[in-house]
C-alpha cells in the first residue's frame, strides 16, 4: 500500500516509492567534507595550544602564502568566511549604488550587498551554463552601477574575459564569487587571478576546507593591505582605526586544517573529475536528464553536480525525482530553490524593468536537482545513484499515479 493507499504489485526491481527495496541501506550524504589525515594534525594541534597563540598568526601565514602560491595571485587574505570576504571587499572598495549580480546563487551572495549597504540588481543566467549572462548585465548597467559580482555556480568559471571586457568599458568594479571555485580552471590558469578580487569559500562542503573560513585573493596589494586590516575591525594594529571593520580573523587552527586539505587538493580534484564523467556516461542514456554546460576551455571543480530534469522527456518532474530518490536514501538538495530574487529578504530589491529577463533563472532553479558528490565517494555511489534513477525512469507511469500532488507539495523543500 502506498502514501495514497493504492495497490500495487511489487516487482523485485521496483523502486522504493512503489515498495521496492531501497537502494541504499543508510543514506547517501549529499556531500562530506574530506578530511586530511588525523594523525598528522593531531600533534599540530598540539603544538598551537602549547605556544598559547592560537589565532592570526604563524599558521595563517603559512596558508596565505601557501595558496598564493597555488593560485598564482599576488595577495591572499585569509579571512573568516567567504561572506566576510565579500563584505570587506565591497566596503573597503568604497562601493555605492547598484551592484549586478546573478538571481541564480546562493542567497549569500547577496548578503553580503545589503550587508554593506548596496543594492542588488538581479541579472539571468546562462539556460545551460548556469553563470551570469553577460548579454543581461550589459542591459542592467545604469548610472548607479558601481560594480559586477559574478558567482563561479557550482565551480564552473563564469565568462571571465568578457566580463573583464564589460568591467573595463564602464569603469565598474568587478569581483567573484568564488565560492565554489578551489579546483576549478579559466584558459589553462586557476581561479584567484581574476577581476578586481575573488573571494572563496573554505566551509565544510567545499573541496578545499579549513572548517570554517574564506580567502580573499587579488593582485591589487593596496586592496589585500586593506583587507587585512578590515578583518581586524578597521585597525592596523595601532587602535587607531581607518575605517569601520569587524573581527573576519583566521584561527590558527582552521588555517591549519587548511594547509593540510591543500596538500591533498590536486589528489581530490582528480577523483571528482572521474565521478563526474562516470555520473555523466551513466546518465547519458537516461532521457530528460542534462548536464551544466563546461566551456572547452573552462574546468570546473565540480563542488557539485546537478542535473537538470525534463519533466516532459523524464515523465516526472524534478520535485517527483527528489521525493523517489529519499526513498532510495539517498539525499539530494534543490541547489540553488527557491532564486534568490523571489526570497522574502531579497523580493523588494527586485527591479520590475527586468521582470522578463529572469525566465532562465526561474527555469533552472524549477528544475535542477543535486546529486550526492564528494571527493571520496566510492564509484558505487554513482552507479547505484545511476541505477535508481533509471529504475524510477522506467516506472515513471506507476510512480505519476501516486503523486498527482508532489509537485505542489514539495516545493520549498
Ligand atoms: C555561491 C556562494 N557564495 C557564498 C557562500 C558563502 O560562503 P561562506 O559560508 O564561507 O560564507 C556560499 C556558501 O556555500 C556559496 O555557495
Redo the contacts with the bound molecule.
Keep these: 500500500m502506498t502514501r495514497n493507499g493504492k495497490r500495487h504489485t511489487v516487482q523485485t526491481n521496483s523502486p522504493a516509492v512503489l515498495g521496492g527495496r531501497p537502494m541504499f541501506d543508510k543514506p547517501v550524504a549529499i556531500t562530506r567534507p574530506t578530511i586530511p589525515s588525523i594523525r598528522d594534525l593531531k600533534s599540530a594541534y598540539g603544538r598551537i595550544l602549547k605556544s598559547g597563540i592560537i589565532t592570526n598568526a604563524g599558521y595563517v601565514r603559512e596558508f596565505e602564502q601557501k595558496l598564493s602560491q597555488y593560485l598564482g595571485v599576488r595577495n591572499v587574505v585569509a579571512v573568516s568566511?567567504?561572506?566576510?570576504g565579500?563584505m570587506l571587499m565591497m566596503k573597503v572598495l568604497g562601493l555605492k549604488g547598484e551592484v549586478i549580480v546573478p538571481s541564480f546563487?546562493?542567497h549569500?551572495?547577496v548578503h553580503a550587498i545589503v550587508w554593506v549597504g548596496l543594492k542588488p540588481v538581479f541579472v539571468d543566467c546562462g539556460a545551460k551554463t548556469f553563470t551570469i549572462n553577460c548579454e543581461e548585465v550589459k542591459k542592467a548597467i545604469t548610472p548607479q552601477t558601481c560594480a559586477i559580482l559574478a558567482?563561479h555556480i557550482f565551480g564552473n568559471p563564469c565568462s571571465i574575459k568578457p566580463l573583464e571586457q564589460i568591467a573595463k568599458k564602464h569603469g565598474l568594479k568587478l569581483i567573484f564569487?568564488a565560492?565554489?571555485g578551489f579546483g576549478a580552471e579559466y584558459h589553462g590558469a586557476r581561479l584567484g587571478r581574476f577581476g578586481t578580487a575573488e573571494i572563496f569559500?573554505?566551509?565544510p562542503?567545499k573541496l578545499l576546507t579549513a572548517g570554517?573560513?574564506?580567502i580573499v585573493a587579488t593582485n591589487d596589494d593596496q586592496l589585500a593591505q586593506k583587507i587585512r586590516i578590515g578583518r581586524n575591525y578597521g585597525d592596523p594594529g595601532t587602535y587607531e582605526c581607518e575605517f569601520s571593520g569587524f573581527n573576519a580573523r583566521m584561527s590558527e587552527f582552521h588555517a591549519l586544517l587548511g594547509i593540510s586539505s591543500l596538500g591533498d587538493l590536486e589528489k581530490n580534484v582528480i577523483k571528482r573529475r572521474k565521478l563526474v564523467a562516470l555520473y555523466k556516461s551513466l546518465l547519458a542514456d537516461v532521457p530528460g536528464i542534462s548536464f551544466q554546460k563546461i566551456e572547452p576551455d573552462s574546468q570546473s571543480s565540480f563542488k557539485d553536480f546537478s542535473i537538470l530534469v525534463d519533466k516532459e522527456k523524464f515523465g516526472l518532474d524534478r520535485d517527483v525525482l527528489a521525493e523517489c530518490l529519499k526513498q532510495e536514501n539517498i539525499i539530494v538538495k534543490k541547489y540553488f530553490y527557491p532564486p534568490v530574487h523571489t526570497q522574502r529578504a531579497f523580493a523588494k530589491y527586485y527591479h520590475k524593468k527586468y521582470a522578463h529577463s529572469l525566465a532562465q533563472t526561474n527555469m533552472i532553479a524549477e528544475n535542477i536537482l543535486s546529486l550526492p558528490l564528494y571527493s571520496h565517494m566510492p564509484e558505487s555511489c554513482v552507479r547505484g545513484i545511476y541505477n535508481s534513477i533509471k529504475k524510477i525512469y522506467q516506472n515513471k507511469t506507476a510512480i505519476r499515479s501516486l503523486y498527482p500532488n508532489l509537485n505542489k507539495e514539495s516545493k520549498r523543500q
Excluded: Q, Y
Excluded at 568566511?81 to 566576510?84: A, W
Design positions: 568566511s567567504c561572506t566576510s565579500l546563487t546562493f549569500s551572495t558567482v564569487d565560492a565554489h569559500s573554505l566551509s562542503t570554517e573560513g574564506g
